[in-house]
């Protein structure tokens, strides 16, 4: 069964909020961007930032019925900094798989794919 969409945007912010206190020793002045996680983006977003949507899911069947059924997500980071922290704290989240790393208009994208 998968679990709630809110556990994982909670995980998100929290890994975010870990990148800002650590990000922050080094450059104080820069903005808390602690809560810039979006599953729909809005019109203007803030830098450093986790997008994340629904990609697919999974089923697992046992005598033919689903068994067991998992949302997949892609979690894309896209931060101005080449050497961000982001990617490798999302990396190390389970069952989260790297998928790509590109740039566009200077920004640093770097996707994932996770059951969640």
Avoid at 13 to 29: L, W
Avoid at 73 to 88: A, F, L, N, R
């Amino acid at each position: 069964m998968s679990r709630p969409r809110s556990e994982l945007q909670q995980l998100l912010e929290t890994i975010m909020a870990e990148a800002y206190q650590e990000r922050s020793v080094v450059e104080p002045s820069i903005p808390d961007f602690s809560r810039n996680v979006y599953f729909q983006a809005p019109s203007r977003m803030k830098y450093p930032a986790i997008l994340y949507e629904r990609s697919s899911a999974d089923t697992t069947f046992a005598d033919n019925r689903p068994y067991m059924y998992q949302h997949q997500y892609m979690i894309t980071v896209i931060d101005p900094d080449p050497d961000s922290i982001i990617p490798d704290k999302i990396a190390m989240l389970p069952q989260c798989v790297f998928d790509r790393h590109y740039v566009a208009d200077n920004l640093h994208h770097t996707t994932f794919m996770i059951y969640y």
